[in-house]
């Protein structure tokens, strides 16, 4: 995640507080020492983090601790809301009829960015289209007509015409049906004198109710000069930060929104069209300081579950808490697990999970459950119906066959079945609870207690991941 150095040092900070119910002043220079380091070496600007840092310090030494609120949370809090003011409001996007212009430098995602937030707007009930302009760049028709058909959007784009400006007009009349038009620019590698002149005049035409600077988590300082003549030129109302899945520093994005006086407005986390994310700043600096983001949760679990039931309309997730828990189901249920996202960014958004849990693991960990998860899949595809419908009946002899058969060892079929009857045991938790149990359920799991709980359909046991 971006920043994540940030989010990983700062915990370590902070957890030198536990115990603490007051804060003297050495405990506060360190604190902000921290918060200083970390934000400059990730890029953001000195400016902003000496505001930051002074806003933290202030109020850390003036303001008392409410009654019973220890030494680190009061700390935590002063530090959430500060970094939350920091990264400004998310940039304002009604779901009507709109049009929206990207700008940026090459390379910094604008085509795949376009794609991205075309697919986000057809999940709102939108009909969006992209309008291809760049006549720079070898292959960028190519790109953004295929980018488009994996988003399921209309296109248009002109691939033996030079002239971006007057494909912006045929391109606007040609979707002129659609909700949402979003016009993708040319790049160049540098802030060139005809790169400004040519957006400035597909700007004219379009004339866009919104114009969004794409920016590459990994921009660095440059970010503030890119920034500044993209503002003086066009006007910037908001920000698209991209490859966030890297390990990028981001601050220089932050600078960016900072020096266009905008926000941000969406988050690219990975390379298919799915993986964005619209910017909520709540969330955003929750998940970063280990407090996970429930909200982003809510929104991948359910358009994982609506995907899973698209593919197979006779299977409903609520049917497992009425009959048996199949091999079959703990099957949709690591497809719908896979649906959202990577498992480390999923991770984070879950309250106790993400956070101080993450950084104590591999950095490889994440890598090897994904990994686990598709051996798993594999040796079901090796199983029969019937052991698929009544795992119990597997015994050593079908342990033997279905490892033959599924490529895989015997050890790593049995720990399949192992996690299965974790998981099996699990949902008999919820079978029968009435709602107040169920609630009561969901703050255990949210808090980190228990041993079933959400770690447990996670595959959490007590050797780590799965």
């Keep these: 995640m971006v920043l994540d150095d940030l989010g990983s040092s700062l915990r370590g900070t902070l957890d030198t507080l536990q115990g603490k119910s007051r804060l003297d002043e050495e405990d506060v220079e360190k604190i902000v020492k921290e918060i200083q380091r970390s934000l400059l070496s990730a890029d953001v600007d000195v400016s902003l983090v000496m505001d930051l840092s002074d806003s933290i310090?202030?109020?850390?030494?003036?303001?008392?601790?409410?009654?019973?609120?220890?030494?680190?949370?009061?700390?935590?809090?002063?530090?959430?809301?500060?970094?939350?003011?920091?990264?400004?409001?998310?940039?304002?996007?009604?779901?009507?009829?709109?049009?929206?212009?990207?700008?940026?430098?090459?390379?910094?995602?604008?085509?795949?960015?376009?794609?991205?937030?075309?697919?986000?707007?057809?999940?709102?009930?939108?009909?969006?289209?992209?309008?291809?302009?760049?006549?720079?760049?070898?292959?960028?028709?190519?790109?953004?007509?295929?980018?488009?058909?994996?988003?399921?959007?209309?296109?248009?784009?002109?691939?033996?015409?030079?002239?971006?400006?007057?494909?912006?007009?045929?391109?606007?009349?040609?979707?002129?049906?659609?909700?949402?038009?979003?016009?993708?620019?040319a790049g160049r590698h540098a802030l060139e004198d005809d790169l400004i002149d040519e957006i400035e005049q597909i700007e004219t035409v379009v004339d866009p109710d919104r114009s969004l600077l794409v920016l590459d988590a990994a921009i660095g300082q440059g970010a503030k000069e890119q920034a500044q003549q993209f503002e003086e030129s066009i006007g910037i109302e908001g920000v698209m930060i991209t490859k966030l899945d890297g390990t990028a520093k981001g601050g220089g994005a932050l600078t960016a929104v900072n020096e266009t006086d905008s926000s941000i407005a969406f988050l690219g986390t990975g390379e298919t069209v799915q993986d964005i994310e619209r910017f909520e700043p709540s969330g955003?600096?929750?998940?970063?300081?280990?407090?996970?983001?429930?909200?982003?949760?809510?929104?991948?679990?359910?358009?994982?579950?609506?995907?899973?039931?698209?593919?197979?309309?006779?299977?409903?997730?609520?049917?497992?808490?009425?009959?048996?828990?199949?091999?079959?189901?703990?099957?949709?249920?690591?497809?719908?697990?896979?649906?959202?996202?990577?498992?480390?960014?999923?991770?984070?958004?879950?309250?106790?999970?993400?956070g101080g849990m993450m950084d104590q693991l591999p950095d490889d960990a994440m890598d090897v459950t994904q990994d686990r998860m598709r051996r798993f899949e594999v040796i079901m595809s090796a199983m029969t119906e019937e052991e698929l419908e009544n795992p119990r009946k597997v015994g050593q002899s079908r342990v033997e066959r279905i490892a033959r058969g599924s490529g895989t060892d015997e050890e790593t079929v049995s720990q399949l079945l192992e996690q299965h009857k974790m998981m099996e045991q699990t949902i008999k938790q919820f079978q029968g609870m009435g709602d107040g149990d169920m609630q009561r359920m969901m703050k255990k799991m949210q808090g980190g207690g228990g041993g079933g709980g959400l770690g447990g359909m996670l595959g959490g046991g007590g050797n780590g991941p799965f």
């Design 284 to 354: 955003f600096i929750s998940r970063l300081l280990g407090m996970g983001d429930l909200k982003q949760l809510s929104e991948r679990v359910e358009r994982a579950m609506e995907e899973a039931g698209d593919e197979d309309d006779d299977w409903d997730p609520e049917d497992m808490l009425e009959g048996s828990f199949t091999l079959k189901d703990m099957k949709k249920q690591m497809d719908a697990m896979n649906k959202m996202g990577p498992l480390d960014q999923v991770m984070d958004m879950i309250p106790g999970m993400g």
């Design 57 to 185: 310090e202030e109020r850390a030494l003036e303001e008392e601790p409410p009654g019973g609120t220890t030494a680190k949370d009061h700390v935590l809090k002063i530090v959430y809301e500060e970094m939350v003011d920091l990264v400004g409001d998310s940039t304002e996007l009604p779901l009507e009829s709109q049009t929206i212009m990207l700008a940026g430098l090459q390379g910094s995602g604008k085509t795949t960015s376009a794609a991205k937030m075309a697919w986000w707007f057809s999940k709102k009930g939108l009909r969006p289209a992209i309008v291809q302009t760049d006549t720079f760049r070898p292959g960028a028709y190519d790109q953004a007509k295929e980018m488009a058909e994996r988003a399921e959007v209309d296109f248009y784009g002109d691939p033996d015409s030079d002239d971006p400006v007057q494909i912006a007009r045929d391109g606007l009349e040609a979707t002129q049906d659609a909700d949402v038009q979003i016009v993708d620019t």
